[in-house]
Structure formats: structure tokens, C-alpha cells
């Protein structure tokens, strides 16, 4: 049976190049603290929690992990709504400002799993392929 509803346009988050900078400077200090004050300066900005993310979980700080993420994945969902999102639809990978959110998802989905949240592991996961299946793939390669 064939859908005969168009898709939702692609979501676009918007750029924030000061925030990609303030990004950039703290991978070239590398340490948490860097991150971390980013995501103070840019709380909005999820890539930011992604990093810290990401590093948290890498160090076996899973609740930490999980937190960092869930915050950033909340924050980009305020964004993605703003940006005329409508729950559903795709968030592509490709576009660099999404990334930030597609990572949020993805460490949320492994830190929910890490810790005995099964359902919410499962659900963000199928979140993530809902959004872009060409981000689940890249990330799970990682």
C-alpha cells in the first residue's frame, strides 16, 4: 500500500556560528572543562552537550552520560519545534546544525541502555532512524 501523504519538509536547525567556534576552541583545549563552558555560554546549543556527551560515556560516567544528553536532546527538541518541526518528519544528518541534536539521541539511546532503561534505549534508537537512518548508521560506525 502506497502513502499517499506527503513527507514533512526536512527540518533545518539554524546555524550559530559563535557557538561552533567557542566548539572548536574547546576540542583544540580538550578537556571537559572547555566543554562545559560552552554548553554554559550556549546552553541551547546541543552539540555542546553532545561533546560532553559523548566523553562522559567514553569514561564510563554513564549517569553523567545520560544526563549531558538528555539535556541536549530536550534542548534541541525546543529547537527543532521552533524551526517548525511537527514531532515528526526527517532531521537530516547532513545538515551540520542537526548534528549536535542526532548525537544527543544517539548517546541518550546508549546511556538509557547502559543503564537498564530498555524501552526509552529502544525508543530513542527508532528516533534516531525516524529522523535519518544515514545518522544512526554513521554514528553506530563510530
Not at 46 to 51: I, L, N, P
Request: with cysteine.
Amino acid at each position: 500500500m502506497q502513502n499517499l501523504l506527503p513527507e514533512p519538509p526536512a527540518t533545518l536547525l539554524p546555524a550559530n556560528n559563535e557557538a561552533d567556534a567557542a566548539l572548536a576552541a574547546a576540542e583544540e583545549a580538550g578537556d571537559d572543562q572547555a566543554y562545559a563552558e560552552v554548553a554554559a555560554r550556549f546552553p541551547t546549543y546541543s552539540a555542546a552537550w553532545a561533546e560532553l556527551a559523548a566523553r562522559s560515556f567514553a569514561q564510563g560516567q554513564v549517569v553523567t552520560a545520560y544526563a549531558y544528553a538528555r539535556t541536549g536532546y530536550h534542548r534541541g527538541l525546543d529547537q527543532l519545534r521552533r524551526s517548525g518541526w511537527k514531532g515528526h518528519g526527517p532531521v537530516p544528518w547532513s545538515h551540520e546544525p542537526n548534528r549536535g541534536f542526532l548525537r544527543c539521541l544517539y548517546v541518550l539511546s546508549r546511556a538509557a541502555d547502559e543503564i537498564g532503561e530498555a524501552d526509552e534505549a529502544a525508543r530513542c534508537a527508532q528516533f534516531l532512524r525516524d529522523c535519518d537512518p544515514s545518522a544512526a548508521d554513521a554514528l553506530a560506525s563510530n
